[in-house]
Antibody
Framework: QAQLLQSGPEVKKPGASVKVSCKTSGYTFRGMTWVRQSPGQGLEWMGWISAYNGNTIYAQKFQGRVTMTTDTSTKTAFMELRTLRSDDTAVYYC???????????WGRGTLVTVSS | IVLLQAPGSLSLSPGERATLSCRASQSVPNNYLAWYQQKPGQAPRLLIYGASRRATGIPDRFSASGSETVFTLTVSSLEPEDFAVYYCQQYGTSPITFGQGTRLETK
């Protein structure tokens, strides 16, 4: 049974960095998309990474602040967001896309709270 | 591509029909439009992809149609578990974008 297991909640101060992990199981790990959802708000695509070659596509909004990586030995994807601001407070989801860029499997989300 | 969903919220009773709209600011290439359902405290759940194809395990009371800039999700007869927030998403062009959501509430 395919699953995405995300790391636990984080509390960070403004200016700090956070690294969220997403461990895959039950399917062939090809890549990962990250989507975030601010409190009471909609969904925002952050970017994607290939597990094959590490190629990434980042949303322009996050360019320069986000780094997505993978560890193929543990079938885990990572998303690091730097220089955190209060408006980065959100639930961060990893999501799988198998054929096209729709997401048929989601992690449970990781709440990142940025507060001084 | 900006996606505008309407209405912002919809109050209906179980057994009624729900019709949700998603309008794109420009034509969605290949009609690459998906719909998701999200319940409080849960991740989104894929309902529809390719504008009209039901995802695995989705009941047939969920149907969708549309092309280019106008898309619709219909729930033919609402069950209690269908009350949630629904999002459309286009994946025809980068950046991938989502609509702001329609909240389906119990009347």
């Amino acid at each position: 049974q395919a699953q995405l297991l995300q790391s636990g909640p984080e509390v960070k101060k403004p200016g700090a960095s956070v690294k969220v992990s997403c461990k895959t199981s039950g399917y062939t790990f090809r890549g990962m998309t990250w989507v975030r959802q601010s409190p009471g708000q909609g969904l925002e695509w952050m970017g994607w990474i290939s597990a094959y070659n590490g190629n990434t596509i980042y949303a322009q909004k996050f360019q320069g602040r986000v780094t997505m990586t993978t560890d193929t030995s543990t079938k885990t994807a990572f998303m690091e967001l730097r220089t955190l601001r209060s408006d980065d407070t959100a639930v961060y989801y990893c999501a799988r896309s198998e054929e096209d860029w729709y997401f048929d499997l989601w992690g449970r989300g990781t709440l990142v709270t940025v507060s001084s | 591509i900006v996606l505008l969903q309407a209405p912002g919220s919809l109050s209906l009773s179980p057994g009624e029909r729900a019709t949700l709209s998603c309008r794109a600011s420009q034509s969605v290439p290949n009609n690459y439009l998906a719909w998701y359902q999200q319940k409080p405290g849960q991740a989104p759940r894929l309902l529809i992809y390719g504008a009209s194809r039901r995802a695995t395990g989705i009941p047939d009371r969920f149907s969708a149609s549309g092309s280019e800039t106008v898309f619709t999700l219909t729930v033919s007869s609402l069950e209690p578990e269908d009350f949630a927030v629904y999002y459309c998403q286009q994946y025809g062009t980068s950046p991938i974008t989502f609509g702001q959501g329609t909240r389906l509430e119990t009347k």
